[in-house]
């Protein structure tokens, strides 16, 4: 017999993998794909699917979901993983997944962060999904219309899985103290102000939030009959944050941000900062942050310095490479600009009144000018006839109507005229100056 290694014992899994669900009955979030009567649950329950993309925050449940499917279809589930593997590993895994097909077998595969897939890496897969040898599953949390080729993301449906909320994450929590493959053989204490303030702080990711529960329990106070009591202090120490005033609703962590967001507005760089040191010393996720502000550059600041726009999203993207504390200064650098910039809410005000007509009129047609002839029978219909390419002018400019019929002389961006917005409200004044005299 062969002697084992101290080495070939079999490791305890993290909690996140025993808890991880194995029907979609189980499955906690993403109501809007997989709720009753949703597109991808009837895709799945009646066996119809197809290769697709999860794109996603992580922690939203993208490889879970792709195990369910798989045990739901019957099918040869393949796990891979676009950080460890190239060209060779691909052809040997498309090797296998041929001799599947031949069996009458299907196979799934699930790429994990596909994105990181170079083009030569992710065409290797067409030849492939085309001729139906795989279903592909691709996870990312990266935009798919920059990440993943073209070609193979034509021949792939998009599903865009949400963060959960911190209700569904405190499910998910309250359920792993219960379940027997959780804590459910132990006596846990832990107030119910613990378990929101983990789902809070996770922001939406599953995985984090459990990896928390599992931490705070296996360091929390056990007494001689082998209970467990976890404190506020047990929290604090194994997330080291200080959770400064975040109360058991979570409400403090929407007063902190709105917070930030109304100092920014009031052009208040000194509370800005304070309100950002907050947040991130308690122990917010600095992507949040970031993310609310790319939200003002354009909300509160938008063309009166478009500038402020690219440092936000700079901001982030330091972030997304660094993260705490490294980022602090990025995020520092970002608010103060964006507070100190010239400030308009043009860009919502216009979107807002133009939504509001555009979910209204739905109905309305495209106007005969400005639609694509592309075909004979669109001509012959006046596709495009009388358009006028601006181009062709001295002006640059044409008396050309774009609005539906019934729309026509409604305004939506008026420039609040403060920084560059003010020259771009004489333009457009001049503008519309010009088309009333034409």
């Known amino acids: 017999m062969e002697q084992l290694s101290l080495f070939d014992r079999e490791m305890p899994q993290p909690l996140a993998a025993k808890l991880r669900p194995s029907t979609l009955e189980e499955y906690v979030g993403q109501e809007h794909l997989l709720g009753r009567g949703k597109v991808l649950r009837r895709l799945i329950e009646q066996d119809q699917i197809s290769s697709m993309i999860f794109w996603g925050p992580p922690g939203v449940g993208k490889t879970t979901l792709a195990r369910i499917i798989a045990n739901k279809t019957q ?46 890496q992710q065409d290797a897969f067409l030849p492939f999904v085309e001729k139906g040898s795989i279903i592909l599953i691709g996870a990312t949390t990266e935009n798919p219309s920059f990440e993943i080729n073209s070609a193979l993301l034509s021949r792939c449906k998009v599903f865009v899985l949400q963060a959960l ?25 832990i107030d119910d102000e613990l378990l929101e303030t983990i789902a809070v702080f996770a922001n939406g990711d599953a995985r984090n939030a459990l990896s928390t529960l599992e931490m705070v329990v296996l360091n929390g106070e056990m007494d001689s009959e082998g209970a467990v009591t976890v404190t506020k202090e047990t929290l604090e120490q194994c997330t080291m944050r200080k959770s400064l005033l975040y109360d058991k609703k979570g409400e403090e962590h929407y007063n902190l941000i709105s917070a930030l967001h109304k100092s920014m507005r009031n052009s208040d760089p000194d509370a800005a900062v304070y309100w950002l040191a907050r947040m991130l010393e308690a122990g917010e996720d600095p992507l949040y942050v970031a993310r609310r502000v790319v939200r003002f550059a354009s909300e509160d600041v938008g063309l009166a310095d478009p500038q402020a726009l690219q440092i936000a999203v ?25 507070a100190l910039a010239p400030k308009s809410n043009a860009m ?3 979107y807002n009144e133009a939504k509001a007509d555009a979910t209204k009129d739905l109905a309305e047609p495209v106007p005969l000018v400005i639609r694509n002839g592309v075909t004979g029978l669109m001509r012959d219909l006046e596709y495009g006839k009388g358009y006028q390419y601006a181009h062709d002018t001295e002006e640059k400019l044409t008396n050309m109507q774009c609005l539906p019929d019934a729309l026509v002389g409604r305004e939506y961006y008026r420039p609040a005229g403060m920084g560059q917005e003010a020259g771009l409200k004489k333009r457009l004044e001049e503008i519309k100056a010009w088309k009333r005299a034409h």
């Open 75 to 120: 099918s040869s589930f393949i796990d891979f993983s676009a950080v460890t593997s190239g060209i060779k590993e691909i052809r040997t895994v498309m090797e296998q997944a041929e001799q599947n097909r031949q069996y009458g077998v299907r196979t799934i595969l699930f790429v994990d962060e596909i994105h990181r897939f170079n083009k030569a």
């Open 165 to 189: 909320t911190t209700q569904e994450i405190k499910e998910l929590l309250s359920h792993a103290l219960k379940d027997q493959r959780g804590f459910g053989n132990q006596k846990i204490q």
């Open 348 to 350: 919502e005000v216009s």
């Open 314 to 338: 700079a901001a982030y993207q330091a972030c997304h490479f660094l993260g705490m504390p490294e980022c602090n200064v990025h995020l520092t650098q970002a608010v103060i600009y964006v």
